[in-house]
């Protein structure tokens, strides 16, 4: 859905510039190496990576037990404050997740998730700042925090409930993925083997729909990782804002339907929406003989840009528990990708857009949406009215 009078505003907004202006003279020096040259960039931009499942473990398998625990320094661990600074990671959407497989109560399991998750905030302040919009993000990386938003994994976590929905933007959450890997009663998943509640390959009831509209109306982002293509469709068809795919790739170059197909690429340009790229294995590599490369997600990155413009791309490396790419094996290891694609001729520029200014335009894009609809007034139904 098109919604060409926004347009002019889009265009006028200052906030990617306050990037796009900032004048990058260490490239001129031509004998740095491409990581020295990665590393030099990322200290004047911001890294912003869309999803890492850390608070799993933390609220999961260590019972919410922070206190005493040295998030500095974890053994083993793809994510701790080492790592993260090794990495220079500005800000990381931290994913509000519990298996959707589970008959656990999923909206009491967002929400020690979402505790446990500012409790590590509060506990590390010289470290992390909690932030819910682009300007405090801005401020953060401007006194040298970690800005650390919330995106919820999983539409099954509101419980199809639109004062839930409403709830969990008020307790900081910016985005949420419209659905795991279980069909919602709302919403159809890429990978549930079981038949959706509702004709397969609708992508989206009227009540999912209304969901996605609530969500532009409050500011909350779409992302649309994990949904089938036919959701996908819906959503690009219903939206007033731009929508994320918080950690999804290329399909491709790996044909799993977890993964973003062309056709969905092309329509992107319709909202200004961003692919944050995956760096999971089996949704790189999808030759079981061949063992997922950083070259890999280099692949999907490029392939990506090349159908909707190097504009559109970003990171969400889905670090946490996963099998990542091998050469991409912790946090601490981003700048190796950008050597990469500094080898392959990206600009400046386009690597200060994919490290953070393109989510950040989306972002700031989907906050003025909300600026916009701000006379709406909520959403009031329920998944069980007649009309639904």
């Not at 220079?88 to 979402?114: D, M, P, R």
């Not at 401020?139 to 539409?155: C, N, V, W, Y």
């Not at 692919?275 to 890999?296: E, G, H, R, Y």
Request: aromatic share 8%; glycine share 6%; with cysteine.
């Amino acid at each position: 859905m098109v919604y060409w009078f926004l347009l002019p505003l889009l265009l006028a907004l200052p906030f990617s510039q306050a990037y796009e202006d900032v004048q990058i003279p260490f490239f001129a020096a031509k004998k740095k190496n491409r990581i020295g040259k990665a590393h030099d960039l990322l200290r004047h931009h911001p890294l912003i990576d869309a999803h890492n499942d850390f608070p799993m473990i933390l609220a999961f398998f260590k019972d919410g037990k922070i206190n005493q625990l040295n998030i500095t320094h974890i053994d083993h661990a793809q994510t701790d404050i080492e790592r993260l600074r090794k990495g220079q990671v500005a800000g990381q959407f931290w994913s509000i997740y519990y298996e959707c497989e589970s008959k656990e109560n999923q909206l009491l399991k967002a929400l020690e998730a979402i505790d446990v998750t500012k409790r590590m905030v509060d506990l590390y302040p010289e470290t992390f700042k909690l932030v819910t919009s682009t300007k405090q993000f801005k401020k953060a990386f401007k006194h040298g925090r970690i800005g650390s938003m919330l995106g919820m994994e999983g539409g099954q976590m509101i419980d199809s409930s639109m004062a839930a929905l409403r709830s969990f933007y008020g307790l900081g959450v910016r985005y949420m993925t419209l659905t795991h890997n279980c069909h919602t009663p709302w919403a159809e998943s890429c990978c549930d083997p079981n038949p959706p509640p509702f004709e397969r390959g609708m992508g989206l009831t009227a009540f999912g729909r209304k969901i996605v509209l609530e969500m532009n109306r409050i500011g909350m982002m779409v992302d649309i990782s994990h949904v089938s293509h036919a959701a996908m469709h819906a959503v690009l068809d219903t939206t007033r804002a731009p929508v994320i795919f918080s950690h999804s790739s290329s399909h491709s170059l790996c044909s799993i339907e977890r993964n973003v197909p062309d056709i969905i690429l092309e329509r992107l340009y319709e909202t200004d929406g961003v692919v944050m790229v995956n760096f999971i294995s089996d949704f790189v590599q999808c030759d079981p003989k061949k063992n997922a490369t950083l070259s890999d997600v280099a692949d999907h990155i490029e392939h990506i840009a090349s159908v909707a413009g190097r504009h559109r791309v970003g990171l969400g490396a889905d670090y946490g528990m996963d099998d990542v790419t091998k050469e991409l094996g912790d946090v601490s290891k981003y700048p190796k990708l950008f050597a990469e694609l500094i080898s392959r001729g990206w600009s400046d520029k386009e690597l200060v857009g994919l490290a953070g200014e393109n989510i950040l335009r989306v972002w700031k894009h989907v906050e003025l949406v909300k600026d916009m609809l701000s006379k709406e007034l909520p959403e009031e139904s329920r998944i069980n009215d007649k009309s639904q």
